[in-house]
């Protein structure tokens, strides 16, 4: 059986490492996403990827996981904060759902600092840096129960 990931990048990704990299560091979106398909090959999963600077597009996206996806990743930047229609479109993915971000939004100003879509998640990872995407590749493979026999299974049966 094959898994399927599906990692969605949210307004303003397409300018990592030049955006704010005092905040979110010099890697870019396209050097994130190349980690993600080597951590795929290495957890023997597909991946989508995706980055959109659209609220609907996003929001489309999410909907069409619900078909394809066993496991849902998502950065919603700027939309973590404001979008009532993605926190929708979340609450009706079935699978595990992980909300990702670079920086540590509760260590930033109060604009930045509550999203209203991480009562739709199963986690949130935050402050990880761009590493936060493998952690939470791994963390949806661990919630599906389909870790390779590589990666040491966790101390604790459920996260």
């Known amino acids: 059986m094959t898994t399927q990931l599906t990692i969605l990048n949210g307004p303003n990704l397409n300018l990592l490492g030049v955006r704010e990299p005092e905040i979110y560091g010099t890697t870019t979106l396209d050097a994130i996403e190349k980690a993600c398909r080597k951590a795929a090959d290495f957890l023997d999963v597909t991946l989508e990827f995706h980055q959109s600077n659209h609220e609907g597009i996003l929001v489309d996206q999410i909907q069409s996981a619900r078909g394809n996806a066993d496991a849902l990743i998502v950065n919603p930047a700027g939309y973590s904060f404001t979008s009532v229609a993605m926190y929708d479109a979340l609450k009706a993915f079935e699978g595990p759902c992980f909300e ?16 209203i879509l991480s009562s739709a998640a199963t986690a949130v990872i935050c402050g990880m840096g761009p590493y936060g995407y493998v952690i939470a590749m791994q963390a949806a ?9 590589a990666i040491p299974l966790p101390l604790c049966p459920r996260f």
């Open 100 to 115: 990702v971000h670079i920086s540590n939004i509760h260590a930033r100003d109060e604009l930045h600092r509550h999203s």
């Open 141 to 149: 493979i661990h919630g599906l129960k389909r870790l390779p026999g």
